[in-house]
């Protein structure tokens, strides 16, 4: 008797949630063990359709819970209502959340709720500050508390859980998701790099909800005041979000070495960081995507749940003022020794198999491959 697939729900919302998890479900559809579903919650709708159906991903469920401007208390209960009625109609085997975001937190609380197990992907990261980011923190940590299978990108992520009480059975070191997912695109050569100019290449994001407001505006002045230089193109594909636009845009618009584009595709996207000279930004996830590519990168945030690249010398914390923002990247920009300590410094996060030790383990864990054979363990 031939055993029926295990069935997966992959949920997500946001465009990083499809980057980091479209490697997951490749995996999982090559495997034959396991019969993957991804739910989407359309937190980043307009970006999340095309990328899906790039990155091979298309049996999937679609809930229609977003609303202009609605806050995190509305969303959450959307979600976990949605979600909640997607678990009893489709009668999973385990729920597979990514990362901190509000889909995955509510992915994670709508399946406690149904007693399905949850697999978190990118478990443990921590910056030890209960509001930053926010809701982020928050989230995780709550997250941690309810999944059964941990997949810990570095092994500091994996000593947070374990110092937090998480069973060490059910912590297991991965590498990072992302990894797996930029080298495959990069693979296939067919992204084209948005930089227009023979000048030194910065590649600027910015979005986080607790940098938004005045901290965002005064960071569009720092970027102005690098931009006149003269000697750099500064490209920003600009977040969807209202609040990002209208902070940044009266900074930004009109400089002859700014380009500010809309969001881009992600193949264009991973070939633009591949060309870059410099990233400066608050994302988490170009964090890791950075230093696998030699790129050195600037942390535009006060704190950041990923010290890994910052500890091996491939990121700096630079803080949101913005004299330390100008300082920071004109050291950089005009000290070659400096940059190229950090361009060689290597990348923690992963060497772009962690989707199939994530896919391994699960597939132990429900019986359909030896533990041993399992590899679980990435230094970082």
Same mark, same amino acid.
């Given at each position: 008797?031939?055993?029926?697939?295990?069935?997966?729900?992959?949920?997500?919302?946001?465009?990083? +949630?499809?980057?980091?998890?479209?490697?997951?479900?490749?995996?999982?559809?090559?495997? %034959?063990?396991?019969?993957?579903?991804?739910?989407?919650?359309?937190?980043?709708?307009?970006?999340?359709?095309?990328?899906?159906?790039?990155?091979?991903?298309?049996?999937?469920?679609?809930? =229609?819970?977003?609303?202009?401007?609605?806050?995190?208390?509305?969303?959450?209960?959307?979600?976990?209502?949605?979600?909640?009625?997607?678990?009893?109609?489709?009668?999973?085997?385990?729920?597979?959340?990514?990362? =901190?975001?509000?889909?995955?937190?509510?992915?994670?609380?709508?399946?406690?709720?149904?007693?399905?197990? #949850?697999?978190? #992907?990118?478990?443990?990261?921590?910056?030890?500050?209960?509001?930053?980011?926010?809701?982020? +923190?928050?989230?995780?940590?709550?997250?941690?508390?309810?999944?059964?299978?941990?997949?810990?990108? @570095?092994?500091?992520?994996?000593?947070?859980?374990?110092?937090?009480? #998480?069973?060490?059975?059910?912590?297991? @070191?991965?590498?990072?998701? $992302?990894?797996?997912?930029?080298?495959?695109?990069?693979?296939?050569?067919?992204?084209?790099?948005?930089?227009?100019?023979?000048?030194?290449?910065?590649?600027?994001?910015?979005?986080?909800?607790?940098?938004?407001?005045?901290?965002?505006?005064?960071?569009?002045?720092?970027?102005?005041?690098?931009?006149?230089?003269?000697?750099?193109?500064?490209?920003?594909?600009?977040?969807?979000?209202?609040?990002?636009?209208?902070? !940044?845009?009266?900074?930004?618009?009109?400089?002859?070495?700014?380009? $500010?584009?809309?969001?881009?595709?992600?193949?264009?996207?991973?070939?633009?960081?591949?060309?870059?000279?410099?990233?400066?930004?608050?994302?988490?996830? &170009?964090?890791?995507?950075?230093?696998?590519?030699?790129?050195?990168?600037?942390?535009?945030?006060?704190?950041?749940?990923?010290?890994?690249?910052?500890?091996?010398?491939?990121?700096?914390?630079?803080?949101? @003022?913005?004299?330390?923002?100008?300082?920071?990247?004109?050291?950089?920009?005009?000290?070659?020794? %400096?940059?190229?300590?950090?361009?060689?410094?290597?990348?923690?996060?992963?060497?772009?198999?962690?989707?199939?030790? &994530?896919?391994?383990?699960?597939?132990?864990?429900?019986?359909? @491959?030896?533990? =041993?054979? !399992? #590899?679980?363990?990435?230094?970082?």
């Amino acid at each position: 008797m031939i055993d029926a697939p295990v069935r997966a729900m992959l949920v997500l919302g946001t465009r990083p +949630e499809a980057i980091k998890l479209a490697p997951v479900v490749r995996a999982m559809t090559a495997s %034959a063990l396991f019969e993957p579903l991804v739910v989407t919650t359309g937190q980043h709708r307009e970006m999340l359709h095309q990328m899906l159906d790039l990155f091979q991903v298309c049996d999937r469920i679609e809930l =229609d819970v977003m609303r202009e401007r609605q806050q995190l208390a509305t969303l959450t209960a959307r979600l976990v209502d949605g979600l909640g009625a997607v678990i009893r109609e489709q009668q999973p085997d385990f729920v597979v959340v990514q990362g =901190d975001t509000t889909t995955a937190l509510s992915g994670a609380l709508a399946a406690f709720y149904e007693r399905v197990p #949850v697999a978190h #992907v990118e478990a443990g990261l921590r910056t030890g500050l209960a509001d930053n980011p926010f809701p982020e +923190e928050i989230n995780r940590r709550l997250i941690g508390r309810m999944a059964r299978w941990h997949f810990a990108p @570095t092994s500091r992520a994996a000593g947070y859980l374990k110092a937090e009480g #998480v069973p060490e059975s059910t912590v297991f @070191t991965t590498g990072n998701t $992302v990894i797996d997912n930029l080298l495959w695109v990069l693979s296939r050569g067919e992204g084209r790099s948005q930089f227009s100019s023979g000048l030194r290449h910065v590649l600027l994001t910015l979005h986080r909800r607790e940098n938004q407001g005045d901290t965002m505006r005064s960071m569009g002045s720092a970027v102005r005041r690098l931009a006149d230089r003269g000697d750099v193109e500064i490209l920003l594909p600009l977040h969807k979000s209202p609040a990002v636009r209208e902070a !940044l845009l009266p900074e930004l618009t009109g400089h002859p070495n700014i380009r $500010v584009v809309e969001p881009l595709g992600y193949l264009d996207f991973a070939a633009t960081l591949a060309a870059c000279d410099l990233v400066l930004t608050d994302s988490g996830g &170009i964090q890791e995507e950075a230093p696998a590519l030699g790129k050195p990168t600037l942390v535009l945030r006060t704190t950041t749940e990923r010290p890994e690249a910052v500890e091996v010398g491939a990121a700096k914390l630079v803080g949101t @003022t913005p004299a330390a923002i100008v300082d920071a990247a004109a050291a950089l920009l005009d000290d070659r020794e %400096a940059y190229t300590r950090m361009a060689t410094a290597g990348n923690p996060f992963g060497d772009g198999h962690a989707a199939d030790r &994530i896919v391994a383990q699960l597939a132990a864990d429900f019986g359909r @491959t030896p533990a =041993d054979s !399992l #590899v679980v363990h990435i230094g970082g």
